[in-house]
């Protein structure tokens, strides 16, 4: 099946600083990435979704100035935490799709701030 | 609003055979999904339906009626392993993925 490859898996940052989370989609090429959240034992939360060469389509309440989202090829997707702070400690998973295909996740990111 | 139901939990004995329901209402439809998750990792696909009836792959089968909006996934010959949430997700009109809570399933010995 198709590959979704997102890096890092884990990382630890300090309150303040940036992180950015790349997914690739490895043998496809993905027109639409999705972007997740979820918080232990909850249920994935939609934090936005990016179609290649637009800008992300942010679900209400996320801040987009925060949580910075660039979709410039139909392989790559990044999503980068900026300022990072204790709360926004998260699993945060990517996953991508052609039209009409399922989407297909990356592994996740366990970030942690301290 | 657009919404998916599913258990929260349910617990099932191993060897045995559990049915996991899932109703929706979304504005639209354009093929629902069943996934797994395992704790701390991300989901892995198990099954797609977009037409009406059931679709059979190993032990699992899932089954859609687009008329009663509902669909079911079904496990057979549970082993330990399928201890996990299954997330059941629809497509809607503008092929966005709608997810509901999950169903966290607890297999017993």
């Known amino acids: 099946g198709a590959v979704v490859s997102q890096h890092p898996s884990w990382v630890i940052c300090k309150s303040g600083t940036s992180v950015k989370i790349e997914c690739r989609s490895l043998?496809?090429?993905?027109?639409?990435m999705f972007w997740y959240r979820q918080f232990p034992k909850q249920s994935l939360m939609l934090m936005a979704t990016?179609?290649?060469?637009?800008?992300?389509?942010?679900e209400q309440g996320v801040e987009k100035d925060k949580f910075l989202i660039n979709h410039a090829s139909l392989t790559l997707s990044t999503l980068t935490v900026t300022s990072a702070h204790p709360e926004d400690s998260s699993f945060y998973i990517c996953?991508?799709?052609?039209?009409?295909?399922?989407?297909?996740f990356g592994q996740g990111t366990r970030l942690t701030v301290v | 609003g657009q919404n998916i139901d599913q258990p929260t939990e349910m617990t099932a004995t191993e060897g045995a055979i559990v049915q996991i329901n899932c109703t929706y209402q979304?504005?639209?439809?354009?093929?629902l999904f069943w996934y797994q998750q395992h704790a701390g990792e991300a989901p892995t696909f198990l099954s797609y339906?977009?037409l009406d009836g059931l679709e059979e792959k190993g032990r699992f089968s899932s089954f859609l009626s687009r008329s009663k909006g509902y669909s079911y996934l079904l496990l057979k010959e549970l082993q330990m392993k399928d201890s996990a949430s299954y997330l059941c997700?629809?497509?809607?009109?503008?092929?966005?993925?709608?997810w509901g809570a999950g169903t966290k399933l607890i297999i017993k010995p």
């Open positions: 996953s991508a799709k052609s039209r009409d295909t399922e989407a297909f």
């Open positions: 043998d496809f090429q993905a027109t639409t």
């Open positions: 990016s179609n290649e060469g637009s800008k992300a389509t942010y």
């Open positions: 979304t504005s639209g439809f354009n093929g």
């Open positions: 339906n977009v």
């Open positions: 997700a629809v497509t809607d009109s503008n092929y966005q993925l709608i």
